[in-house]
């Protein structure tokens, strides 16, 4: 059976705002990404069984029905939650293949079991039916964001190897490529509602302050933990920004103070103990708490950004993500 559109709880027709817990409005979620992916071509759905609906945290549809929560409910909140997980599974297929990933989510990844242009195509295949589903909204500028933050994401990823070719490594440099590669679409995520809703000024400046703030403490954490957290949690092997030469903000502190780190990172690391000489730097020299301070100050900003809202459970649940990120660093 080839794509077609759901017609569950929440039709398309309608952008019908439904009271439903948080939990009941993933579980229809889940449901209404599934068909929207299906597909007659075997490859194009075994991939998207793999990437798509095997589930994950779904923090970005998360934060759709968490912000819409926050205004009161938007109208067509559960299509921009399809269409913002598919503009980020879609980056997923295409980043997987750039970086040369081995896994994804602790599986092999797709291009590696399928080949590169079936992943790139299915990735493509997942940008149409972005289209199709933001379409539904009716609502222009919204089609218009999600333009734009599919030219920052893509921007943000040639910026990530422009900087590791020239090695033009700054904290400059590495602030914008999170908030373009990662923050961003949390931004859109959060905001979204907002536009569905037609809600202006402090309050929707409000959501779009939050995702960004947020996305860049859980970018900030995921690169702390790809150097210093353990294979078993991570689901990965450690160091995978190393061997792909790509400073993040720790590495960037270590090599400001010690020049074997620039040296580690100029090699990518494939010299035998160079990840854990790293790793016993970072702790030795407090880098490794500098960061983590760092990312609990983004994670404050988030929190913070949330003050116009008035006070909801929904709002509530916003802070306490945002404070899980301060949290969780190992």
Sequence with gaps: MG????????????GVVKPLPLEAKLAAFEEALSELVRSEVLFVQLIHQ???????????????????????GAPFELELALAVELLHSATLLHDDLIDEAEL?????????????????????????RLLHVIA????????????ETARVLSEGEVLQFQVAALEDHSLENYERIITAKTAALMAL?????????????????????????????????????????SPEVLGKPVGGDVREGKATL???????????????????????????????????SGVAEEVE???????????????????????????ELALEEARRLS
Excluded: C
């Design 104 to 128: 994804r989510r602790g599986k092999e990844a797709a291009y590696r079991r399928y080949g590169n242009a079936v992943s790139v195509l299915s990735g493509d295949f997942l940008l149409s």
């Design 3 to 14: 794509p077609r559109e759901y017609r569950g709880p929440w039709p398309y027709t309608q």
């Design 250 to 284: 720790i590495t960037l502190l270590l090599m400001e103070r010690f020049p074997e780190a620039r040296e580690i990172l100029r090699r990518k690391g494939r010299e035998e103990g160079d990840l854990e000489r790293l790793r016993v730097l970072a702790r030795e």
């Design 293 to 319: 301070a760092r990312i609990r100050e983004r994670a404050l900003l988030a929190v913070e950004a949330l003050d116009p809202l008035p006070d909801s459970p929904h709002k509530e649940v916003l802070r």
């Design 50 to 72: 793999d990437l798509v609906t095997a589930g994950g945290k779904r923090i970005r549809p998360r934060l759709v029905f968490l912000a819409s929560g926050a205004i009161g």
């Design 189 to 229: 995520a959060t905001e979204g509602p907002a536009v569905l809703k037609g809600v202006e000024g402090e309050g929707r400046q409000a959501l779009r302050r939050f995702g960004l703030h947020y996305g860049q403490a859980f970018q900030m954490r995921d690169d702390y933990l790809d150097l210093m957290g």
């Design 136 to 147: 539904k909204t009716g609502r222009l500028e919204l089609v218009e964001m999600f333009a």
